[in-house]
């Protein structure tokens, strides 16, 4: 006998249960049909709502009015706060306008010293000032989590009120779960230390959300 | 880990007069708890969320074994490679054996309970095999020699930052600074060129996703991330209780864990893992090895601890712990401290190595009423107790006075006469300042505190007497 067949079999026991092919019904209907649980009250418009939780998570929030405006955003949001101007960014942002307004953006894949990652997001959760961002070829998992400061561009359209909103644009965009999702709110922190909440534990320092719509 | 279990009388009673641990412990009362309370006013009807919570996690425990099952295939269609490990010494050596079929030389670790319950980092390292912890806490307790987490979500809260400043300027050969914020940008400078090297990361799991095949991990730090993404072969290692059956699933509870053990909406990052890397990806790991650890949780499933199952691993418990907040989590001498120690680790290293466990709580309740999936945590304890009793485990004096009094309780004339004497004796015994200064046979309730004298008489003659 396998580890396997003693475990199962020990659950099987303990659930008073013989074998499994006729049981599976139950949880056939479960899983398809996803039952969305207890969601908090939704009194708030959800762009406002995820600017607020954003801020209140220790991001920063601006908001331009077309994807060509994000070149000199970025670049104004890093030289008011002394930050380089070079980075690298999803393959998926090369085509932005970086030399322009005066950015050294690369598209290849984020190395332990880069100080600025530029990514977008597959949507965002107002509920809770969330950005969802799905691993992939053109939007490697990393280039939101080595370098020091982190800058997403947001789809205004794309913010949904809630995670089980974003289950439901993923399954019916894509159909199946990439390699990674990761759900991202604010930068990276700890409070190990005394309770102390400090920035920065591994991932970013800071981050900085530029909603376009 | 190693099991201190039985200790528990002696640490806690040194742990009392602790003062840097008594004031990291105040800080749990005006920070965690505090902020547990603030996350759960703001969310609303937070007591119908928690019912929602049980509800999925009684629902995923009802049919175990088929969303393991299912859980399985998913993740195994994806690529991933699932093991099963009845124990500890097994989960052990798959994970060595998935380090010494790679060549693996370091280990990047996010913080496993898991793999603290099945001692990995010892097994690792005697094949040969460095684990590097990357969790602030547990990066701090490993270069302290190795030293156990006193809490499962704040390891290190016995700790102080001058007690971390004196550990990194002695173990880094650093200048001394007592800023946490400067530690832990110490510590991250320390740990990037490790993420970076190990070729193996182990991280544990919040929870099974049975829909997609999912192992789900909530972190604060992006250790998790970087353990996660940067390294060839990832290995999640977790109990088979974490399964739940769909995404939406995860969401609700998602919004009970962090809540419930931070007082945070959200963590900073929720990370899915559905299968290793594609082939045109530039990071992710190439491997990706799921082990599903019973390790006695079976035969819990069986039994009347069962409701134990439930637990998603929050710290609420021991947070509002009168004992947990007076004596800390070393006390309780093994992983998992705590109203949830006092039932898990009984369960899983047997009663009689962790006997005086169910009896480190006042029944008070307050972990019952906090705990986010509703876990009758008091009266598992009470369960724990009578099997005490009734196994012999209880000292013999205890079980002597315990059966006097069961005797005499069922003898109401006896009862009464007793009481009564009882009440005059420590009348008289108080004296004119009632208040008893020692009071016999119980000499440890009065050794710190004086007891108040009752009045002379009992409540049944006060009764008679008022009914006149």
């Not at chain 1, 601006?62 to 690298?88: F, H, I």
């Not at chain 2, 309370?37 to 425990?61: H, M, N, P, Q, Y």
């Amino acid at each position: 006998m396998s580890a396997r067949e003693n475990i199962l079999g020990r659950v099987r026991s303990a659930l008073s249960r013989k074998v499994s092919p006729g049981d599976t019904a139950t949880i056939e209907s479960h899983l398809a049909a996803h039952p969305v649980g207890l969601q908090p009250p939704r009194d708030w418009e959800p762009e406002l709502r995820f600017r607020a939780r954003a801020e209140a998570l220790a991001s920063t929030v601006e908001k331009v009015s077309s994807l060509q405006a994000v070149p000199a955003a970025v670049a104004r949001y890093l030289v008011v706060n002394n930050l380089p101007t070079g980075g690298v960014c999803w393959p998926g942002l090369r085509k932005l306008d970086w030399i322009g307004a005066g950015l050294g953006m690369e598209d290849r894949p984020a190395r332990g010293d880069d100080l600025v990652g530029v990514t977008g997001c597959f949507c965002a959760v107002a509920e809770t000032g969330t950005l969802m961002l799905l691993s992939g070829p053109d939007t490697p998992a990393a280039t939101s989590l080595l370098p020091e400061t982190h800058i997403a561009l947001v789809d205004t359209a794309r913010i949904v009120p809630f995670m089980e909103d974003a289950w439901a644009l993923l399954r019916a965009e894509r159909g199946r779960l990439p390699r990674a999702v990761n759900f991202v709110s604010g930068p990276s922190r700890t409070a190990d230390i005394e309770q102390t909440v400090t920035m920065g534990a591994h991932g970013p320092y800071r981050v900085h959300l530029i909603l376009v719509g | 880990m190693e099991l201190r279990a039985n200790e528990f009388r002696a640490r806690a009673a040194a742990n009392l007069g602790d003062a840097k641990l008594q004031r990291g412990l105040g800080l749990i009362k005006v920070k965690a708890v505090v902020n547990r309370a603030s996350a759960v006013a703001e969310f609303g009807d937070f007591e119908a969320l928690r019912e929602t919570g049980k509800a999925i996690r009684d629902r995923a425990l009802a049919d175990l074994d088929l969303y393991l099952e299912r859980f399985e295939r998913e993740a195994a269609a994806r690529g991933a490679v699932v093991h099963w490990a009845e124990n500890a010494s097994e989960a052990c050596r798959i994970v060595v054996d998935i380090a010494r079929e790679n060549g693996v030389k370091t280990v990047a670790k996010s913080k496993s309970m898991v793999s603290e319950e099945v001692g990995l980092n010892d097994a690792l390292i005697a094949a040969g095999v460095t684990p590097v912890e990357t969790d602030l806490g547990e990066y701090i307790l490993q270069i302290n020699d190795a030293e156990p987490p006193s809490h499962i979500v704040m390891p290190v809260i016995h700790k102080t930052a001058e007690d971390v400043a004196d550990l990194f300027h002695a173990k880094h050969g650093t200048p001394r600074k007592t800023d946490p914020a400067l530690l832990t940008r110490e510590a991250r400078e320390i740990l990037r060129p490790k993420f970076l090297s190990a070729e193996m990361g182990v991280s544990g799991a919040n929870f099974l996703v049975a829909e997609t095949g999912s192992t789900l991990i909530v972190t604060n730090e992006g250790n998790g991330r970087l353990c996660t993404t940067l390294t060839r072969i990832h290995v999640a290692l977790t109990g088979i209780e974490k399964v739940v059956p769909t995404l939406e699933d995860a969401a609700t509870l998602l919004r009970l864990l962090p809540r419930s053990a931070t007082g945070q909406a959200i963590t900073n990052y929720v990370s899915l893992h559905t299968g290793p890397k594609h082939i045109e990806e530039t990071d992710g790991p190439r491997q990706f090895h799921i082990v599903l650890v019973d390790n006695g949780r079976s035969k819990l499933l069986a039994g009347e601890m069962r409701e134990m199952l439930r637990c998603i691993r929050c710290g609420a418990c021991m947070n509002h712990c009168p004992v947990y907040q007076a004596v800390g989590g070393h006390a309780y001498g093994w992983v998992y401290p705590g109203p949830m120690g006092n039932i898990l680790t009984p369960s899983y290293v047997g009663l009689e190595n962790a006997v005086q466990l169910p009896n480190a709580a006042t029944l008070c309740n307050q972990c019952g009423v906090v705990c986010p999936v509703k876990i009758p945590l008091p009266d598992l304890m009470r369960k724990l107790r009578e099997e005490q009793m009734a196994r012999g485990l209880k000292p013999f004096g205890e079980r002597l006075g315990l059966a006097l009094w069961g005797w005499a309780a069922q003898r109401p004339a006896l009862y009464a006469l007793g009481t009564r004497l009882a009440a005059r004796f420590m009348k008289w015994l108080g004296g004119r300042g009632r208040l008893i200064h020692r009071l016999p046979l119980a000499g440890g309730w009065s050794d710190g505190r004086d007891f108040p004298a009752p009045a002379g008489r009992t409540f049944r003659e006060l009764y008679q007497r008022s009914k006149r």
